[in-house]
């Protein structure tokens, strides 16, 4: 089994196309679409570097949690390609809360930005639903506990649907929410000298991703050369030490791993970043102060040998080809590493 990962340019969000080839059929994943604009970008994307290299492929949608910037262009993704889709394969968090919890949700009318952000969060995961009911697609949850339904293609290390439906109860909460204030996490200052000389103090000041990002799936593919790559969307240091404690080993050995959420420093520790210990990091971001983070690039940089770190921000469009000798030649340069 080989495959090609290419990661979409899309600024601060996920659109990722996975083309991987087994017993010599063609499967086109597309992993997250990023935001509803970002769907044109994926679709064109597909049409330019894949359609014409394969024949009647078996194209399935997977989405990591149901943020605008992962779902969003999803959603309209399944509009463009309709009944040619086989599979869906994600969670819906309104399957594990009371009706009682869905209303008090909907109905409420107050001034916190995260409960009202669960408004926003059930009409997409809604919109989704609705549309794999129009085409007749086949839905499968996203969990790790279900490895043997993906038909050895690729693996989830998490959530389990354990952690999944803990961290659900908590961010489907209003007192919770009404409790810890997640919406202004975003307004941090950055001091750009500690960046370069003490960035991994930096990245172990706040590990608080929210429990929602937390719910993000860890993907895992392996390619013929028994190579691993890990696509980890917006997850955090609770959704990894959750992966590994169901058994699931993330200690080295990875060619490629996604950064989480970005290169958001709230997402990793300097632990896990040289836990996990690639060959190299990629990241989905805009290339603002804090996406990638200066501090968690640096800091992989002092504590990983030999560890590159490639952005969209800076490489635009970056693809990974695990097997060049059944995969078509499409031209691309070389990315330059951050």
Not at 257 to 265: D, F, I, K, M, Y
Not at 317 to 328: E, K, Y
Request: proline residues 3%.
């Amino acid at each position: 089994m080989d495959f090609i990962i290419d990661f979409i340019s899309v600024k601060n969000a996920d659109a990722i196309i996975v083309w991987l080839k087994k017993d010599n059929i063609d499967y086109v994943f597309f992993i997250d679409g990023g935001k509803a604009a970002n769907s044109k970008d994926v679709i064109d994307h597909y049409n330019l570097y894949i359609k014409e290299n394969v024949n009647n492929p078996t194209l399935i949608i997977i989405n990591s949690h149901p943020h605008s910037d992962h779902l969003y262009g999803l959603i309209e993704i399944v509009d463009y390609f309709g009944k040619d889709i086989s599979h869906a394969v994600y969670n819906d968090p309104m399957k594990y809360i009371s009706n009682e919890r869905k209303q008090e949700i909907l109905d409420y009318y107050g001034d916190d930005q995260d409960v009202n952000y669960l408004h926003g969060v059930f009409n997409r995961v809604k919109l989704l639903n609705d549309q794999c009911q129009k085409y007749n697609i086949n839905r499968l949850d996203a969990f790790s506990d279900l490895n043997d339904k993906y038909s050895g293609l690729f693996r989830i290390l998490g959530p389990s649907k354990k952690f999944y439906k803990e961290k659900v109860d908590f961010f489907t909460s209003v007192e919770n929410l009404n409790k810890y204030d997640y919406s202004k996490k975003g307004n941090s200052f950055v001091n750009e000298e500690d960046e370069n000389l003490k960035p991994c103090v930096i990245v172990d000041q706040e590990n608080d991703a929210s429990p929602e990002n937390l719910t993000s799936t860890i993907i895992e593919f392996t390619d013929s050369s028994n190579k691993k790559y890990l696509l980890t969307a917006d997850c955090g240091i609770d959704s990894f030490e959750s992966a590994e404690a169901n058994g699931f080993n993330l200690n080295g050995g990875f060619e490629l791993a996604q950064l989480p959420h970005h290169g958001s420093r709230r997402n990793v520790s300097a632990y896990w970043l040289h836990r996990i210990s690639p060959n190299y990091y990629v990241v989905s971001a805009e290339g603002t102060t804090k996406h990638p983070r200066r501090a968690v690039i640096n800091c992989i940089k002092r504590n990983i040998n030999n560890c590159n770190v490639y952005s969209t921000h800076k490489s635009g469009t970056l693809s990974i080809t695990t097997n060049r000798a059944i995969f078509p030649v499409r031209g691309w340069g070389n990315a330059e590493g951050l």
